[in-house]
Each structure stands twice: as C-alpha cells, then as structure tokens.
C-alpha cells in the first residue's frame, strides 16, 4: 500500500524521529572520537578514515539518468530509496549526494533532499546552511578576487596584471541575474581600478571544483595555487600561488574539506559533500566523499547531475580519472513523464498518459543507454514512477528495454522508501555480481582539445560537427600557449537537450553545437568550453521558491519541498 497520508515533502521530513548521528555512525564502525559533531544529527568525517585498499575492493553505483524535464527526474530521491532497499537486501550500502545550493532551493526546486519517503535529513539543514561548506567557498573564492584587486591597486606589490584579462569572478549562493555583469573598482583612486567584472553563483565556483577534486589538504592546496587568473602586461600567466594565496585560502577550507555524515528517513548512513552543477561545472560530489563512502561500506550509491549527457559523462570522464574510480554498475532513470515530454507532449499534458508519446519519446532514452555502453557500461533503468503513469506505458518500456538487453525495474520510492526500490536493488546487485561492465573512458586526455570536445559532441551529444566562435578560438589559443591542453573536458550546456538550444528535445541529429567562449579551470583541472547560451549564474524565476517559505516562532520551518 502507497503511504499518503502526507503531502509534502517537508511534512514528510519533519514526521521522522531522526536516531543521533552517533548511532548512525555506528553503523559504519566509526568510532564516537573520530567524529565532529555539528549538533544531534549531522557530523563531519576526518580524512585519516579514507582506506584505499577497502576502496579497491567496495562496489562504486553511478545513478544517472535521461535528458530530465525541467522538473527533473528523481535521481536524489533514487539514489536514496536504492541505498534503502540495498540495506534491507543484506548489504552494507551508504548514499554519497551532492550538497544543495541555495540558488536552486529558494528558486525553481524549493529543496534537493530527496524527496517523499526516500529523503535525506535533517532536511531542513541540509537545504540550507547545512555545516557551512558553501560559505567556506564562498570566501575562499572571494578572498582571491580581492587579494587580485588589491594587487592591481598596489604600487609596492604589484604583479602588473593586465585587468582586462582577470578571468576570477566573485561568487555568491544565490541566483541573482543582475550581478552577472558589473564594474568594479569605482569611486577614487583610493577605492581600487575600475573593470568589467561578474559574479558566478558558488556552486559553479572553481573553488567547489577544486574541493570536490582534491584528495588531502596538501593536494588541495597545491591545487589552490594552480588556479589561473589572468595575464600580465607582458602576457605572461598569472596564478593564485603568484599572490601567495592558496596558504590562506586552504585555512578558510579547513573544515569544509571533510565530508558531512547524516542520515536517510529509514537511519541508514549517507554522506553528502561538494555540490557543482553539471550543466556549467562537473556535477559530482567530491572524491574525498565517495572514497570515505567506499572505505566504510561495501556499497557505494552515487548520483550525478542532470542527463548522462552532462553529470555522467563528467563523472566518468573527469572524477573517475583524477579519483582512479571505477564504478560496477550504472543505474539509468527515466521517467514516463519526461518520455511523453521528448515525445512532444505539451507541458500542460505530460502527466497525462499517451503510449504513442512514450514510443516517440523512447529515442532520447535509448541514445542516453547507446552513450553508457560507449564507457564499457550496460546500465541498469530506473523507472521512477509517478501516478500518472499507466501500466500500458511502463510495461511497454520495460519489454523495449528487454529488446536491447537492458534490466529495467519500476522504482516507487517516492512512495514507500526502501521497500519500494527492493527490485531496482536486486538488478543493482545482480549487475554487480555478473561482472560484465568493464568501464573505460571515452577519450585520452592526451588528445588535443579539438579533439575532445568533438569526441564528446559526436559520441555522446550526436553532434554532425562543432563550430568554434571567435572568441572561443582566441581562448583556446591562449589556453594552449599556456600549456593546459591536456586536461580533459568540462562542456558547460542544457541540461534540457542533448544539442546547445534547449527547444530541441528527443534526440536531434545533424546539428552543429556552437562553442561560444573558453574557461579554465586550471586549479581544478579541466577546460570549460562553453556552448550556447549557457550562464554561470542563474537568474530566479518570475515566482520564485523563497515566496512560499516561512517559519514560526517555535522556528518550525514551511514551504521547502
């Protein structure tokens, strides 16, 4: 029987007696010293509990999914009901998610916990400051933007850097359109030089890159310092060590470093560190996180960020490479809802059932499976179900499914957490045991840029080819003068289609994808080619989330989802 007695996610939450974090952390065998509690429910894990050897032997679960509606598909809440029903199978599992950010959470989404009874708490928290690992960013990135200013105001210390090539912005957790574009610098002489500058939203920090990269504060550190800012008058490259500024930056990133231990609605363990988006950064969380997961547990559920396009081409060919993760099985979700959307169903009408709409739509999904096998990996599909579906729907895409050799089960652990994922488990498990993916990654990073990108823009997006701006050109000549064109591939684009024009739904062929501008992420460790209109920071809806929320006296907290 489906619970309904509540209807939001939040009523949901706060309906769970949480068990403290020290239990929860029992269950992993930490010991209580190890621990640094952050209050009854939460708690940051040291690095020194990270075992290579446990992580060569723990069984690491990529959850992606299909080209999502904006609404999006539900890979938080399966990732979490997944972790669930592999505990009531016997096995020793924990989830490792990214962190929220508050842009999207006072935005569109209004919270990403999770969702229904398959949830991560306290979910308030968690959806808000959580243990402060976005504010830590915050600073560090913004303590180099002013420690850049600063030198190009000082007549003692100064590095003549040419302003007009700063590429650092300044960052904020919010989604806020009007800071995209500013100029700093004005009022006197005493109040720094006037430029034309931004602000990125946190999560699409390189700084949140650099930690979800890192593997311990020296290599954080080092990879601080690496971070690239600009060029001198002379056009030679200047980087963060040349400010002396990775020393500082690292002590504002102390704690935030260490992942965070919480807890699922049933009191399993999960870890939740790091949170870039997939569409403009990498979009996993941190290797620190997935290799603590892997150390303590035998199973290991991770998710990444939007389509297998965006979050899950990047986790297998960024993470996977700096982190030397190879993961044993790939759970693929889709949803009815999002096949009658590709199929060209109205937005008014996509929870209305329509078999013919679904078989339109199948296409995009089955280029999402073609994609994952190119890694040596037959996924697994998740159907995440909603209402609306009909059994007309679900049946015929687990037997089209069967037809390319693919597992499918119908996940509905929105609806009952784990008990309603134990045949999505199962499959999980069965996947694992059969031992037949063998990931590799798509491209050799030796190769040149060029030829990264269009691997990607053919192989994974079906790209007829890719057109590069001017600009875009005179970026990658800079980023090759400097010697960075060996770092692997970071395209920031939709989430919403497979092409760089979000209208284009299904999958497109025959389409050019248009590389308008470069980043690098030096520090981190790739190159952003920017396609389309992407931007680093959001803008709010006309009616956005925060409009909904409240709290009371008692400081119980309304509106979040």
Not at 87 to 96: E, H, I, M, T
Not at 176 to 203: K, Q
Not at 250 to 263: E, F, M, R, T, W
């Amino acid at each position: 029987m489906e619970r309904k007695e509540l209807k939001t996610d939040l009523d949901i939450a706060q309906s769970v007696s949480m068990k403290p974090i020290l239990q929860v952390a029992a269950k992993l065998g930490i010991d209580t010293d190890d621990l640094e509690l952050y209050g009854k429910y939460k708690a940051k894990l040291p690095l020194k509990l990270i075992d290579q050897e446990k992580v060569d032997k723990s069984n690491l679960i990529l959850v992606t999914a299909m080209t999502p509606t904006p609404a999006g598909e539900g890979k938080t809440t399966v990732s979490i009901g997944l972790n669930e029903a592999l505990n009531k199978l016997g096995k020793k599992s924990v989830a490792v998610l990214r962190e929220p950010s508050l842009g999207p959470v006072f935005g569109i989404k209004g919270g990403a916990a999770g969702g229904g009874w398959s949830q991560v708490v306290p979910m308030e928290d968690i959806n808000l400051h959580f243990t402060g690992d976005f504010a830590a960013i915050e600073k560090a990135n913004n303590l180099l933007a002013a420690l850049i200013d600063n030198n190009i105001q000082s007549r003692t210390h100064n590095l003549r850097i040419d302003p007009r090539t700063v590429s650092w912005k300044r960052v904020m957790d919010m989604n806020d359109r009007s800071l995209r574009f500013i100029v700093v610098g004005l009022g006197g002489t005493a109040d720094g030089v006037p430029r034309e500058s931004g602000f990125n939203i946190t999560a699409a920090s390189e700084v949140m890159a650099i930690l979800c990269m890192c593997t311990s504060i020296d290599d954080l550190k080092e990879k601080l310092g690496n971070i690239f800012i600009g060029f001198t008058y002379d056009n030679e490259p200047i980087y963060a060590r040349d400010l002396n500024a990775q020393g500082a930056m690292a002590v504002l990133l102390k704690d935030a470093i260490k992942p965070n231990l919480v807890q699922t609605l049933e009191g399993n363990p999960a870890i939740i560190h790091g949170g870039p988006f997939a569409n403009i950064a990498q979009g996993t969380n941190t290797i620190l996180a997935t290799k603590m997961g892997m150390s303590l547990c035998d199973y290991v559920v991770t998710e990444a960020g939007f389509g297998a396009d965006l979050g899950g081409e990047k986790f297998l060919d960024i993470k996977c490479g700096y982190g030397n993760l190879k993961p044993k099985a790939v759970v693929l979700i889709a949803t009815i809802r999002a096949l009658r959307h590709h199929g060209g169903a109205a937005k008014e009408d996509i929870g209305i059932p329509n078999l013919s709409l679904v078989q339109e739509g199948f296409p995009n999904l089955e280029k999402h499976i073609e994609n994952l096998r190119k890694f040596g990996l037959n996924p697994v599909v998740a159907i995440n179900h909603f209402n609306s579906d009909s059994e007309e729907e679900i049946d015929w895409l687990k037997s089209k499914c069967e037809s390319l050799g693919v597992r499918s089960a119908v996940t509905k652990c929105w609806a009952n957490g784990g008990n309603g994922s134990i045949d999505l488990a199962q499959a999980v498990v069965d996947s694992v045991q059969e031992g037949k993916n063998d990931f590799k990654p798509l491209y050799d990073w030796n190769d040149s840029v060029k030829s990264k990108i269009e691997t990607i823009a053919r192989e994974i997006y079906g790209a007829a080819e890719v057109e590069y701006s001017f600009k875009a050109k005179r970026d990658l000549n800079a980023i090759e003068r400097i010697g960075l064109g060996k770092l692997p591939i970071c395209i920031a684009k939709t989430q919403k289609s497979f092409t760089d024009d979000e209208k284009r739904i299904g999958r497109p062929t025959e389409f050019v994808l248009t590389i308008r501008e470069f980043e690098v992420a030096a520090g981190a460790g790739f190159i952003i080619p920017i396609a389309g209109k992407m931007m680093r920071m959001p803008g709010l809806p006309s009616v956005p989330s925060s409009e909904r929320m409240d709290i009371d006296n008692d400081g119980k907290i309304t509106g979040l989802s």
